[in-house]
T-cell receptor
Framework: NAGVMQNPRHLVRRRGQEARLRCSPM?????VYWYRQLPEEGLKFMVY????????ESGMPKERFSAEFPKEGPSILRIQQVVRGDSAAYFC????????????FGPGTRLTVT | SQKIEQNSEALNIQEGKTATLTCNYT??????LQWYRQDPGRGPVFLLL?????KEKRKERLKVTFDTTLKQSLFHITASQPADSATYLC??????????????FGIGTKLQVIP
């Protein structure tokens, strides 16, 4: 059973470009969380999605950031017009159910904005 | 808002000794607390969960305690090995009315086990 998959693993974007980060949850998991981790900082919650629904986006900046989890295909975290401050590791986690405690994390996407 | 404190300084320990990591929290009474391990360049891996009504939980060489009066959890690794070297994250459930699980992570403590 494959774990949580994220791609790309490394992404370099110039300021002003768009970044698209993909996350395929574990098989059978329909709940996805996105986190951002800055150097020397903890994991910060961004958004929680279920299939076709955004449940909680309280940790996501209102502008330039969006997330989706379509009925088919991976969850996408999209950052428009990237700035240097967006450089970070972005982790996706999935869980089996709404009330399931354990989250399974992917390997992360390291975004570098030049 | 809730605040989680983990010793951000690295903890160096000799192989075979017991490593003890601390997680303190304020401004909240979590229903449960989790510990994760994170290796460089990798995502966190879930280790243990302890609920507010549990004082202690064990898993192989790992032991977690939860003191809701002190607002503190201790994470112990007995007979530590160099392979235990990693960053250990404490995570608390976050208050939300949505009926779903949401956690807040501490910054983590880096453990180095010296052979």
């Amino acid at each position: 059973n494959a774990g949580v998959m994220q791609n790309p693993r490394h992404l370099v974007r110039r300021r002003g470009q768009e970044a698209r980060l993909r996350c395929s949850p574990m098989k059978g998991h329909s709940h996805v969380y996105w986190y951002r981790q800055l150097p020397e900082e903890g994991l910060k919650f961004m958004v929680y999605l279920q299939k076709e629904n955004i449940i909680d986006e309280s940790g996501m900046p209102k502008e330039r950031f969006s997330a989706e989890f379509p009925k088919e295909g991976p969850s996408i975290l999209r950052i428009q017009q990237v700035v240097r401050g967006d450089s970070a590791a972005y982790f996706c986690a999935s869980s089996l159910g709404q009330l399931t405690y354990e989250q399974y994390f992917g390997p992360g996407t390291r975004l570098t904005v030049t | 808002s809730q605040k989680i404190e983990q010793n951000s300084e690295a903890l160096n320990i000799q192989e075979g000794k017991t490593a003890t990591l601390t997680c303190n929290y304020t401004n909240y009474s979590p229903a449960y607390l989790q510990w994760y391990r994170q290796d460089p360049g990798r995502g966190p891996v879930f280790l243990l969960l302890i609920r507010e009504n549990e004082k202690e939980k064990r898993k192989e060489r790992l032991k977690v305690t939860f003191d809701t009066t002190l607002k503190q959890s201790l994470f112990h690794i007995t007979a530590s090995q160099p392979a235990d070297s990693a960053t250990y994250l404490c995570a608390l459930d976050s208050p939300n009315s949505g009926g779903y699980q949401k956690v807040t992570f501490g910054i983590g403590t880096k453990l180095q086990v010296i052979p």
